[in-house]
């Protein structure tokens, strides 16, 4: 805050030009992820119209029960959602189908809220195996390879969310949630 206000004092010429600058180039990166998000959510749209998002849900199903100790099958249908659209790399994306599976879950929260946590831990932790987002925004930055961290992602987020989830299931086995 104090360099801004000795550079506006100082030169008031350069931040004002450097402000419109950088809200170009805002306006730019936005619009550039916006197609991605549009594309990615069509996607999926058409992988719910088509049915293979019933098909996604029903191959996931053993590990979701096992994971979130849910049987519900629109739970584990938004669950799946959710849990591919992150897998892609598309963290906003996901939010919709992360959603409605808590609405699905909030009528039950006596049995439902282990798997609530659950989700809270997938969706932080962020596991991917696609950075999308990630490689659009180096793309829009740029980069002359910005698909170079699809491999640090993959290790790094399943490292993170194998030790989130085991530190779930150590805390629910001492506080019995």
């Known amino acids: 805050m104090v360099s801004l206000s000795v550079l506006i004092i100082v030169e008031p010429n350069l931040i004002i030009n450097t402000m419109i600058d950088q809200s170009k180039d805002v306006v730019e990166l936005c619009i550039s992820l916006l197609a991605i998000y549009a594309v990615w959510l069509g996607i999926l749209e058409i992988v719910d119209q088509s049915g293979l998002g019933d098909k996604l849900a029903k191959l996931l199903s053993p590990i979701i029960k096992k994971l979130f100790k849910i049987n519900d099958a629109q739970q584990i249908k ?18 919709p189908s992360g959603i409605k599976a808590i609405k699905c879950m909030e009528k039950d929260l006596k049995h439902t809220r282990f798997a609530m946590l659950m989700l809270l831990v997938i969706n932080s932790t962020g596991i991917q195996l696609l950075p999308t987002t990630i490689i659009g925004l180096r793309a829009a930055a740029g980069s002359d390879t910005p698909s170079d961290i699809i491999l640090p992602t993959i290790i790094s987020s399943v490292v993170a969310t194998s030790i989130c989830v085991l530190l779930l299931f150590v805390y629910k086995k001492f506080k019995k949630i």
């Open 78 to 95: 938004y669950i799946s959602y959710n849990i591919s659209s992150n897998i892609l790399g598309l963290g906003n994306a996901s939010t």
